[in-house]
């Protein structure tokens, strides 16, 4: 029996490589948001620094596993076959949880989520002993310690107001002393804000990073911890007089120094410390193992009170190695880079496509902050308003960010570091649970805020996008309590069958999120190529016009098909599948219109006929779109109402069309790909007659109607799709007709 333990510990620590890479992926954006953000350094640097800090933290990591051992559930109430299921279940919730999380690009806690996980499975074993046992449910308590639980929710909520609050605070006090050109302002202020900002930064790496490190007795930390005050000062000074010494004399801008500093400590106090939510479950089972071995008493019958003693540690060879895969993951993932999208997409200075759908709360909140910034200004005097607008002009926020240009400027990322540093640094010290993902990603949105990079054009968005991410993080503690309780429950009740069966599942869940998750990068991708706003000449907007209305004709010339085939076949789950391509056709039309705004600004002074040609070019393209979202909509609706499959000669009819169809926009897609526009004419000259079969067709479906025809559906549906495509050619026509027209201008 013992040997299934021994599997059960591989496969633990199999797991424990997988969670490493999952939980890495989401847990990047805490120390690589600022960095890369404001683009104060290189990617490839950012990940150096990066690499550097949690390869250090990992090391250097006291491998303590309070939390898993014993800071969830009494290990002395369990045997060493409960804890094993007990953390079994945890990770093969976490994996699922997180990789949930990185596929959908939210950030979440790794800690909330493996603490919730640990009691979720802890409780439902605990019941289950208690029904076997005949106890009251009031014993659950000797089983659970119930205090964790209920400290990490009040933390989340102390986090969330705390770090917006004083992460607002903060930046609106720097940028009405450094404004948006703060090159100049920081000979003058740059030292201070840079022995404040360094500081504390150091001072987190004192607290935070390097608490229960193995290299610091507890005697020195203790000692550290007595005189905060005097190292804050001595560190305050020493760093004040070296900002400005590398201002004065060596040219260096302080901002990007701060940035550097304060993402090698938060990926450092990140591995030193987060690194328990990863493989603190299997180091703990480890240490079980260990306990157990050579007992000689089975699994069921040994008791796990060994496994509270407080000098169980990791060996350092298991930290280096999880330290070793970090970093890979850190430099390979790409849901990684998912994840650090959304952070820096919500809190980015400039306009742009947003990820997120208003709701009815952001909607209220951004009406109420409108209402409150009126009734201020009219008790502010006039001239303060002024004053305090000047310093927050910013002459590039006129212009879209481009994939060139940083989401938010260096000030700011520093701001963000010293904030959630002190911050962090503090609720150690407190000893508050302050989750490391809630501050640095709630600061970075209250600098966001305070910075007016939420204005009346996003702030609906960007709101939005905050309340799901926080209410992700809610989600996750409840989704995890309760995933990881059934998952404990299949493998008490299942034994070795559950065992084999979960971790099939396992695989094919995550094969499957990989792959899809693959897909939308693609898709994610194919959107992002229509965003170009460096077009500056009529030409340049000729060739690139061309290339969006090749795309779209051939899309659409695929997708009508698809639709004709399907429709004559019945084939519901196919015609699902043309809505979904519909809609992404319609998203990529969305796309070029959220555009156009910059598009023209773009244009050079003699390009008026050309901006309004552009925009007629979207018109047309946005009426295919429409006519195409109507065909698709009816077809799907008539055959999942079960409606009678339309007669042989409706289904020939149509697919005479589509054939014409098919014809025509292969010819369109080819000239506009190759920029052959002379065979335009040619193309408008046979315009009547697909014009000509689609009348003659409703034509024939009238007689029908009054001789044989017995369905009113089938009627309506074949009218409707005759009459959409009608209306589709016309659009066709017409935007060639334009097209036509201005090209024949241009070369005038």
């Given amino acids: 029996m013992e040997q299934i333990y021994v599997i059960m510990l591989i496969v633990l620590g199999v797991l424990a490589v997988i969670d490493l890479m999952v939980g890495v992926s989401n847990d990047a954006v805490n120390f690589l948001n600022s960095a890369i953000g404001s683009k104060a350094i290189s990617f490839k640097t950012t990940m150096i620094v990066a690499s550097l800090g949690v390869l250090v933290g990992a090391m250097f990591s006291s491998g303590m596993m309070e939390i898993a051992r014993s800071g969830i559930f009494v290990p002395s109430m369990f045997s060493f076959n409960d804890v094993m299921i007990?953390?079994?279940?945890?990770m093969i919730t976490d994996i699922i949880l997180l990789d949930v999380f990185n596929s959908v690009g939210l950030p979440t806690s790794t800690t909330v989520s493996i603490i919730f996980e640990l009691l979720g499975a802890a409780v439902c074993l605990a019941l289950y002993k208690i029904y076997v046992s005949g106890d009251n449910v009031d014993t659950l308590g000797m089983y659970i310690n119930t205090k964790k639980a209920s400290t990490i929710v009040y933390s989340i909520l102390l986090s969330v107001?705390?770090?917006?609050?004083?992460?607002?605070?903060?930046?609106?006090?720097?940028?009405?002393?450094?404004?948006?050109?703060?090159?100049?302002?920081?000979?003058?202020?740059?030292?201070?804000?840079?022995?404040?900002?360094i500081s504390a930064i150091t001072f987190f790496i004192l607290i935070k990073g390097l608490k229960g490190v193995s290299f610091i007795s507890e005697s020195q930390f203790k000692?550290?911890?007595?005189?905060?005050?005097?190292?804050?000062?001595?560190?305050?000074?020493?760093?004040?007089?070296?900002?400005?010494?590398?201002?004065s004399y060596f040219k260096i801008?302080?901002?990007?120094?701060?940035?550097?500093?304060?993402?090698?400590?938060?990926?450092?106090?990140?591995?030193?410390?987060d690194l328990v939510n990863f493989i603190g479950v299997p180091i703990a089972a480890f240490n079980s193992y260990i306990i157990f071995q050579g007992s000689g008493v089975s699994g069921d019958s040994f008791m796990m009170g060994a496994l509270a003693n407080d000098d169980i540690v990791a060996p350092f060879y298991f930290l280096l190695f999880a330290g070793i895969i970090m970093v890979i993951t850190l430099w390979t993932s790409k849901k990684a880079k998912s994840v650090i999208e959304t952070g820096v997409n919500l809190s980015r200075q400039g306009e742009g496509v947003e990820k997120f759908s208003p709701n009815l709360a952001s909607r209220f909140i951004v009406r109420l902050g409108v209402t409150i910034g009126e009734g201020m200004n009219y008790f502010l005097p006039k001239k303060l308003q002024i004053k305090i607008d000047s310093r927050f002009i910013n002459i590039k926020k006129a212009i879209k960010n481009t994939v060139d240009e940083p989401a938010f400027d260096m000030v700011r990322a520093s701001v963000n570091l010293m904030v959630a540093s002190i911050l962090i640094a503090i609720g150690t010290s407190m000893k508050l649970p302050l989750s490391t993902t809630y501050v640095t990603f709630m600061v970075a949105m209250g600098t966001s805020f305070a910075d007016r990079a939420w204005d009346r054009e996003s702030a609906v968005y960007r709101i939005a996008g905050v309340f799901k991410v926080v209410g992700g993080w809610f989600f996750t503690a409840i989704v995890a309590f309760v995933m990881a309780f059934i998952m404990a429950y299949i493998l008490k009740i299942g034994e070795i069958f559950a065992f084999v069966s979960l971790l099939l599942l396992l695989g094919i869940m995550l094969y499957r999120s990989s792959r899809n998750h693959k897909i939308k990068v693609k898709y994610e991708a194919a959107i992002k190529s229509l965003?170009?706003?460096?077009?500056?000449?009529?030409?340049?907007?000729?060739?690139?016009?061309?290339?969006?209305?090749?795309?779209?004709?051939?899309?659409?010339s695929a997708l009508y098909s698809s639709l004709v085939k399907n429709l004559s076949l019945e084939d519901l789950a196919k015609l699902k599948e043309n809505k979904k391509d519909q809609k992404k056709l319609e998203k990529e039309i969305d796309e070029l219109k959220s555009n156009v705004f910059y598009f023209i600004k773009n244009l050079d002074d003699s390009s008026v006929e050309a901006s309004k040609f552009y925009i007629l070019i979207l018109g047309y393209l946005q009426d295919m779109v429409q006519s195409i979202d109507f065909i698709t909509a009816n077809s799907y609706s008539h055959v999942n109402n079960n409606h009678k499959k339309?007669?042989?000669?409706?289904?020939?009819?149509?697919?005479?069309?589509?054939?014409?169809?098919?014809?025509?926009?292969?010819?369109?897609?080819?000239?506009?790909q190759n920029d052959d526009f002379y065979k335009i004419d040619l193309i408008l000259n046979d315009k009547q007659i697909l014009l000509d079969t689609?009348?003659?067709?409703?034509?024939?479906?009238?007689?029908?109607?009054?001789?044989?025809?017995?369905?009113?559906?089938?009627?309506?549906?074949?009218?409707?799709?005759?009459?959409?495509?009608?209306d589709l050619v016309k659009s066709i026509m017409n935007l060639l007709e334009l097209f036509k027209e201005f090209n024949k201008l241009n070369k005038k």
């Fill in 86 to 90: 007990i953390f079994l279940a945890v």
């Fill in 223 to 247: 000692w550290i911890d007595a005189n905060q005050i005097m190292i804050l000062g001595v560190n305050f000074i020493v760093f004040t007089l070296l900002s400005q010494l590398l201002i």
């Fill in 646 to 672: 339309l007669k042989f000669n409706q289904i020939r009819g149509l697919k005479t069309i589509d054939n014409q169809l098919q014809q025509l926009l292969l010819r369109l897609e080819d000239s506009f």
């Fill in 694 to 726: 689609v009348s003659d067709l409703i034509t024939k479906q009238i007689k029908r109607i009054r001789t044989t025809e017995t369905s009113p559906k089938n009627s309506k549906l074949y009218f409707s799709l005759l009459l959409e495509t009608n």
């Fill in 531 to 556: 965003r170009k706003e460096d077009v500056g000449t009529v030409k340049e907007m000729i060739t690139e016009s061309s290339a969006q209305i090749s795309i779209v004709f051939r899309k659409t």
């Fill in 253 to 273: 801008n302080i901002l990007r120094v701060i940035i550097i500093i304060g993402t090698f400590a938060l990926a450092l106090a990140f591995a030193g410390n």
């Fill in 161 to 197: 107001i705390l770090s917006f609050s004083i992460g607002s605070f903060v930046q609106y006090i720097s940028r009405l002393i450094f404004t948006f050109h703060y090159e100049k302002k920081l000979k003058y202020f740059g030292a201070i804000f840079g022995g404040v900002a």
